[in-house]
Each structure stands twice: as C-alpha cells, then as structure tokens.
C-alpha cells in the first residue's frame, strides 16, 4: 500500500460529497425532499436500489462463500427475482395509489395509526442496529490498511469520517443525492470487482474456472441437500430468497422510498425487477472473485493463510496483491457500499419518524419550510446516532456483529406477514395485525437466539410471515362478518376495497391532512 492509494480514497470521498450536493437541486417541501418529487429515472432508481442493499460485508464476504464452498449462494439470487416480480404487482400498486411517501403508510390505511406507528418502530430499531454495525464493518479493512501504511487511526475516528461525509450530502441534498451518489458508488466497487478478476487471471498461469470446477466449486443447483436445515438447497434458496426479496423490496422504507420517487408505478415496477437481474450479475461477479481467489492462495485454508475468517481474504488479497492505487480503488468501493446503505437508512429513517410518527400524531399542522427543516434535523440526529452505535464495536470477535447483522431478518417476516394479513383478511382489525406481529418479532427472536440451527436464515422471513397470517387469521375470527373498522381512530376501510382508496388521512407533500367527515 502507497499514499497513492490514500489520495484515490481522499478523492473518492470529496467526488461523493460534490456529486451529491450538485445534483440534488435545492427541496422545496417534504415530498421533494423524500421522494424527489416523484421525478427521479427509473435507470438510477434502480442501481440505487441495488447498491442499497449491497452494503460492505456483501463485498467482504461474498467471495469467502465461493472460497470455502461453491456458488450455491447464487441460488437465492433468482429467489431474490422473484420476490421482486411479486412486489411489483402486488404492493407497488397499493403504493402509488394512495400516494403515499411511506412503505408503513398503507398500514396506517388498513388498520389505523398505531399498526402504522409500531411497523416504524420495528423498522427504526432493526435497521438502526443492522446499518450501524455495517458501518462498523466498513472500517475493518480500511483499518487494516491504514495500519500497513503506517497510519494508525481508531475504528471510531474511521467510521466518524465515513459518517461525517455521507450525512453532509443525505442532510443538504435528500432522496435526489441519495439516488444519484448510489449510481456512482455502484459503478465504484462492480468496477473494483473487475478489476481484482482482471489482476488474478493475468497473474495465473492456470485457468482459475478450471480449477475451481475440478473442486466442484462451481456448483450451482443443490437438491441433495436438507431444505431444512441447508440454506442453500434448492427450495430453500428459490423459497426463501423470494419472501425475503417480497419483505425487503415491499415492506421496508428504506428500499420502497426509492421506488416511490419514480415518475410512474410502470417505472417503479421496471426498476424493482430490474434490479433483480442486475442483484444476480453482481453476486456472480463477487463468487468468481471468490473462485479466482481460491487459485491465486493456491487452495489454501483460511488457517493455514493465518487469517481469523473467510471474510479477511479479499481485504488482504487488496493490501498484497493489487498493484499501486488500484488498492485505494477496492478500498473505496467497500467505502462506496458502506455509504451507500448508510445515506440510505438516514433518508429512510428520517422519512418514517417524519411521516409515520411525527405528523401522524401532532397535534398541529407545519407549514412546508418548517417541515422540510425538521426532516433535515431527524436526518442529523440518526446520523448521529449511527455514529454512536457503529462506535460501540471494537474488534471482528464482538458476538454482537453477528447479531446485528442478522436482526433486519427478524422482523421482515413480521412486516411482509402484517401487509398481506391486509390484503387477504378482510376481518383483521388493528388489534390484531400489532398482536400477530408481535408475536412473530418474539417467536423470530427465540428462534434466532436459542435455535439458530433450525431451518437456516433463509427461512426466517417465511415463518414469521406464516405465524402473523395464522396467527392474525385466527385473532380476526372474533369479530362478526362486516365492515371492518380500525382501532384506535384509524379510518378503516369498506369490506373488500382497497385500503389505499379508504377516507382518511390524504397523504400531500408528505404530512396527513384528515379529510372532513361526509
């Protein structure tokens, strides 16, 4: 490692920030601000959506699992399609319907504003803790490398710089410089991706494909393997890839904020299944990477490398084996993935506590300037805050990194589940879409906690969506067959009818306005 490589971060970071401050535009109220005005191209809201969900341990990690395996992995991939063609038709139209600025608005709809509220709630925390430590992971290799350099810097300091420069264009530039800083922090790391294949396959004197498929690595289907347990088995990947992508593309803020700042629902619906091609060529760009690896360390174990986990591979492979400035290259791909989950968790977190806390229970109204400065000030402070909590990690042997990393998925199950229990029980009332939930986020929890060995991760969207459908289905059986009525003052919705065309609160530059009674 070379200053040059430290000059290509520095650069790296004051392109994001400039790219994200020009391009922005200036907000004028809180629906600009949080969707960009329903004017953003479907092309850039679909890389954004990719390089959102691709965050720094998907570029660490993913070529350990090749490594180590095979690229099985690349299953759940076309599970991850498939659940994106549901979202596409099923929820998104929901979505544009009622023109909503929140994916938990149309719970606020179905059932009322306290289903509305502990959705948020639920979306807050998990993604709080899951995007803090990713943040955290971010500063591994940069740490690692800094220290090569000679350069010691504490994982806080590192991770304050990562934060400093990603709340700086969230804060001043919204949803718009979210976007378009994605779509260059994308091209970064899949750049990097290709690069690294490049350096490997001239620098072998084999062909590292051959290689890795005279040790079966390259295989991709699995169905000797147990469902139950193997989370890449055929069926459980297809299975649970599709519920997990159904959750996460149709039930989470932080993905559904991009896809309702599409032109139209037909774009937002291009750009979600889109994205789920462009999931597939990426994670099958960072397995060859895995497989070029496996030739280059010549089969090695990750013990015999001296290395604590798969995960230090590619980051040491980044420090030894890339020529000059090609290394702060990689280094700030993995920044570039970082960042990216990181702005888009703060422009997501603070558009639910504006929209789906805040002005579903003030008491008064704001006009559009004080909104828009509010929403910049919750944007600040969960920036603070995820400075704070990635700041709690000190070292990769924290147990509280695999649990964090892993509690989004807790709750998915729960989301999704409380969506469709919307959709398809018309019974259902507030009461029990929040006790369903409930009881799914505590069954995932145990499970997660004292059984983490039944039925893989892969299943945990599955069952909790199954346990909030039963679980709700059976709690709505108490009350007699007619329209139902939301607890609690929601505005309930006519038997039958699409919750997004209920009376009630008409969502309009992105604060609830309640429509006088008839």
């Given at each position: ?16 920030a ?5 391009l922005?535009?200036?907000?004028r ?16 809201v679909?890389?954004s ?8 341990l998907t570029?660490?990690?993913v ?17 991850y399609?498939?659940g ?12 544009y ?6 994916a ?7 059932f ?11 979306f807050?925390?998990?993604?709080l803790?899951?995007?803090g430590?990713r ?9 690692i490398?800094?220290?090569a350099?000679g350069?010691?810097a504490?994982y ?6 990562l934060?400093?420069?990603t709340?700086?264009?969230t804060?001043?530039?919204g ?5 378009w800083?994605d ?14 294949l490049?350096?490997i ?12 498929a005279?040790?079966g ?12 347990s ?12 599709a519920l ?7 039930a ?15 774009d ?37 490398l001296?290395?604590a ?27 570039a ?10 422009s997501?977190l ?34 603070l805050?995820?400075?704070?909590v ?5 070292g ?11 509690v ?9 589940g ?16 929040i ?14 906690l004292?059984?983490p ?7 945990y ?23 139902p ?6 505005p309930?919705?006519p ?10 609160p ?13």
């Amino acid at each position: 490692m070379q200053t040059i490589d430290l000059a290509v971060i520095a650069v790296y970071l004051l392109a994001s920030a400039w790219l994200g401050l020009r391009l922005s535009g200036r907000q004028r109220d809180v629906k600009d601000y949080f969707i960009g005005n329903r004017q953003l191209p479907w092309w850039a809201v679909c890389l954004s959506v990719v390089a959102t969900e691709t965050s720094a341990l998907t570029v660490i990690s993913v070529p350990g699992v090749a490594y180590l395996g095979n690229v099985t992995f690349l299953q759940v991939a076309v599970g991850y399609l498939i659940g994106r063609v549901v979202v596409a038709f099923l929820l998104l139209p929901r979505y544009y319907r009622g023109e909503m600025t929140t994916a938990y608005a149309y719970l606020g709809l179905r059932f009322g504003r306290g289903m509305q509220a502990t959705a948020s709630v639920a979306f807050l925390f998990t993604r709080l803790l899951a995007d803090g430590v990713r943040l955290f992971a971010a500063a591994i290799p940069m740490k690692i490398i800094l220290d090569a350099l000679g350069l010691e810097a504490s994982y806080f300091a590192i991770v304050a710089a990562l934060g400093a420069v990603t709340v700086l264009y969230t804060l001043v530039g919204g949803i718009r410089a979210v976007v378009w800083v994605d779509v260059l922090q994308m091209g970064v790391y899949v750049a990097g991706g290709v690069v690294t294949l490049a350096v490997i396959a001239t620098s072998l004197d084999v062909n590292f494909l051959a290689v890795a498929a005279d040790a079966g690595k390259t295989q991709f289907l699995d169905f000797a393997s147990n469902p139950v347990s193997a989370p890449y088995a055929t069926v459980t990947a297809l299975v649970g890839g599709a519920l997990l992508s159904t959750a996460s593309h149709g039930a989470d803020q932080i993905v559904v904020q991009r896809l309702l700042g599409c032109r139209s629902l037909r774009d937002a619906q291009r750009a979600v299944i889109v994205s789920g091609v462009v999931v597939f060529l990426q994670f099958a760009l960072f397995l060859t990477v895995g497989l070029a690896l496996y030739s280059y360390f010549e089969a090695a174990s990750v013990e015999r490398l001296g290395l604590a986990s798969s995960d230090e591979l590619f980051p040491v492979f980044i420090v030894e084996g890339l020529p000059a400035g090609v290394s702060g290259l990689l280094l700030a791909g993995i920044m570039a993935a970082a960042m990216s989950t990181l702005s888009s968790s703060l422009s997501a977190l603070s558009s639910s506590t504006m929209a789906d806390l805040y002005e579903r229970f003030a008491r008064h109204r704001l006009s559009d300037a004080r909104a828009l400065r509010l929403s910049r000030l919750f944007t600040l402070g969960w920036g603070l805050v995820f400075v704070g909590v990635a700041a709690f990690f000190t070292g990769t042997d924290n147990p509280v990194v695999e649990l964090g990393l892993s509690v989004a998925s807790l709750t998915y199950g729960g989301l999704l589940g409380a969506f469709l229990l919307g959709l398809w029980v018309r019974r259902a009332r507030q009461t029990d879409a929040i006790l369903a939930f409930a009881a799914a986020v505590a069954a995932m929890s145990w499970l997660f906690l004292f059984q983490p060995g039944l039925g893989g991760f892969t299943w945990y969207t599955a069952i909790g969506t199954g346990i909030v459908l039963g679980a709700g289905y059976l709690l709505s059986r108490r009350h007699p067959d007619a329209s139902p009525t939301a607890d609690a003052g929601g505005p309930g919705a006519p038997e039958g009818a699409d919750p997004s065309e209920a009376p009630g609160p008409a969502h309009r530059g992105g604060r609830a306005e309640h429509t006088p009674p008839a």
